[in-house]
Nanobody, 115 residues
Framework: QVQLVESGGGLVQPGGSLRLSCAASAIDFRAFTGGWYRQAPGKQRELLATVTNDGRTTYADSVKGRFTISRDNVKNTVFLQMDSLKPEDTAVYYC?????????WGQGTQVTVSS
């Protein structure tokens, strides 16, 4: 079965950094575009960043210049490096792998930014 396992969330101070990982198994990883989303309580899910097989990236304006998405096609892992974190970044973060026909999600990892 396709499985996406997220890790790296936690509690950090404003201005701090976290690196999220999303490890995929039982999947033709290179066929998928990777992405990171987040959802705060009472808020709509927000697309943060995407990365294609060949490393092309997109970013939401809310995280541009602070977050960096990347992928390792040997380890079948998508990363999200988060720098200069703000309290408004507090949310559950979800990784996603998709093609036109398939869509797979990680279990979510909590990121809390607070002093």
């Amino acid at each position: 079965q396709v499985q996406l396992v997220e890790s790296g969330g936690g509690l950090v101070q404003p201005g701090g950094s976290l690196r999220l990982s999303c490890a995929a198994s039982a999947i033709d990883f290179r066929a998928f575009t990777g992405g990171w989303y987040r959802q705060a309580p009472g808020k709509q899910r927000e697309l943060l960043a995407t990365v294609t097989n060949d490393g092309r990236t997109t970013y939401a304006d809310s995280v541009k210049g602070r977050f960096t998405i990347s992928r390792d096609n040997v380890k079948n892992t998508v990363f999200l490096q988060m720098d200069s974190l703000k309290p408004e970044d507090t949310a559950v973060y979800y990784c996603n792998l998709r093609t036109f026909w398939e869509d797979h999600w990680g279990q979510g990892t909590q990121v809390t930014v607070s002093s």
